[in-house]
T-cell receptor, first 112, second 112 residues
Framework: KAGVTQTPRYLIKTRGQQVTLSCSPI?????VSWYQQTPGQGLQFLFE???????NKGNFPGRFSGRQFSNSRSEMNVSTLELGDSALYLC???????????FGDGTRLSIL | DQQVKQNSPSLSVQEGRISILNCDYT??????FLWYKKYPAEGPTFLIS?????DKNEDGRFTVFLNKSAKHLSLHIVPSQPGDSAVYFC???????????FGKGTRLSVIA
């Protein structure tokens, strides 16, 4: 069974640009969550989508947004990039409530 | 306010011995707890979980213990192997479709 796939693995952008990251969940998983990992803050929740609807949202500015498609694939977008957005962005999928989330290998975003 | 705390940033254990990783939480609403392992350049890998109706869950070499009154859980790895060397994250969630809250991780080094 294929795992969670994130593309691209690495990305370099400059301040002010925008970026779109992609996530394909495990087949059959309808819930997709996004997390940001930084050395200082650790793993922090961004948002969760279920059946194309945002079900939960973390404490991040509106520059961070996402969406989910009918095939459960998800994208997250960050606009007007700032140096502090440099991080590992992780996507996780799960099948049911109180079932473990399974993570992809992440997209490493570097802002110059 | 850190709701999930892993107070030991690192731990070194000899091969064959027991590794004990600890995690404390402050939010009494948490009812589902998980442990993840993370290697460099990879996403977190789910190891084991426990719901608040149990106080112990075993899976092979891994056992998680939950002490609800102390708001404390621990992961025991017996016997420890060099391949267990990684960063271990404790995570918790509240009932329903709520996001995971992560600790900052403990780096385990198993020395041959």
């Amino acid at each position: 069974k294929a795992g969670v796939t994130q593309t691209p693995r690495y990305l370099i952008k400059t301040r002010g640009q925008q970026v779109t990251l992609s996530c394909s969940p495990i087949s059959g998983h309808r819930s997709v969550s996004w997390y940001q990992q930084t050395p200082g803050q650790g793993l922090q929740f961004l948002f969760e989508y279920f059946s194309e609807t945002q079900r939960n949202k973390g404490n991040f500015p509106g520059r961070f947004s996402g969406r989910q498609f009918s095939n459960s694939r998800s994208e997250m977008n960050v606009s007007t990039l700032e140096l502090g957005d440099s991080a590992l962005y992780l996507c996780a999928s799960s099948s049911e409530v109180d079932q473990p989330q399974h993570f992809g290998d992440g997209t490493r975003l570097s802002i110059l | 306010d850190q709701q999930v705390k892993q107070n030991s940033p690192s731990l070194s254990v000899q091969e064959g011995r027991i590794s004990i990783l600890n995690c404390d939480y402050t939010n009494s609403m948490f009812d589902y707890f998980l442990w993840y392992k993370k290697y460099p350049a990879e996403g977190p890998t789910f190891l084991i979980s426990i719901s608040s109706i149990k106080d112990k869950n075993e899976d092979g070499r891994f056992t998680v213990f939950l002490n609800k009154s102390a708001k404390h859980l621990s992961l025991h790895i017996v016997p420890s192997q060099p391949g267990d060397s990684a960063v271990y994250f404790c995570a918790a969630s509240k009932p329903g479709n709520t996001p995971l809250v992560f600790g900052k991780g403990t780096r385990l080094s198993v020395i041959a």
